[in-house]
């Protein structure tokens, strides 16, 4: 089946530092979305991406699905506490709803 | 609009007894998916129903079901619950429109089993 690895599954960063956690599938993907987690909380949907190549920036944070549709990324600059939490990317590679997530990178921010 | 509910929030099992969990996700959102998040694996896909019929299932044992009635409401089910099973359970809905599929999740609904 499916398969889609998140690396580093934990990361800890000076505030101001920049932060960026990877995503493999195993096969290639119709699309690929991404989650934020807060401690305590419910994953919150981020975004998707959809085009192979696409980048997406919504303010500090960079999203990358790779050409052949089987990698993406998501970077942070300049990392802020307020963006302590785990980041999930969920991939795709059937119709509907048949999503697989990444294990989760969770982000420390150190003040 | 009112997010993503599920009942209850909180519970305590024994090993080999049954349990029920239930969602109700946003108004007008017709699928429903169930997900096991443990710290050692993650987010499970479990099952994903759309106008009362299960379109997708993950890989878990047939001890977990799931239904999802009309009013797109839906329930999991865990039978001859197992130490295992302690884990947060998340329901997600999405309006399953157009290109973008986004998942909204419910609170949980923390599981422990003793």
């Known amino acids: 089946g499916q398969q889609v690895m998140q690396i580093p599954q934990y990361q800890h960063v000076q505030e101001g530092e920049d932060f960026t956690t990877y995503c493999n599938s195993s096969?290639?993907?119709?699309?690929i979305q991404w989650y934020k987690q807060r401690p305590g909380g419910h994953p919150v949907f981020l975004i998707q991406l959809v085009k192979s190549g696409e980048v997406k920036k919504q303010k500090r944070l960079t999203f990358q699905f790779g050409e052949a549709k089987k990698n993406s990324s998501l970077h942070i600059t300049a990392t802020q506490t307020t963006d302590v939490g785990t980041y999930f990317c969920a991939g795709n590679s059937g119709g509907y709803q048949k999503v697989t997530f990444g294990i989760g990178t969770k982000l420390q921010v150190i003040p | 609009k009112a997010g993503v509910t599920q009942t209850p929030r909180y519970l305590i099992k024994t090993r080999g007894q049954q349990v029920t969990l239930s969602c109700s996700p946003i108004s007008g959102h017709r699928s429903v998916s169930w997900y096991q998040q443990t710290p050692g694996q993650g987010l499970q896909f479990l099952f994903e129903?759309?106008?009362?019929?299960?379109?997708n299932k993950g890989n878990f044992p047939g001890r977990f079901s799931g239904r999802q009635f009309s009013n797109s409401r839906s329930e999991m089910n865990v039978s001859t619950l197992e130490l295992g099973d302690s884990a947060l359970y998340l329901c997600?809905?999405?309006?399953?429109?157009?290109?973008?599929?986004?998942?909204?999740f419910g609170p949980g609904t923390r599981l422990t089993v003793l």
């Open positions: 129903y759309f106008s009362e019929t299960q379109r």
């Open positions: 997600a809905s999405s309006p399953n429109r157009g290109q973008v599929n986004e998942q909204f």
């Open positions: 096969t290639t993907l119709s699309n």
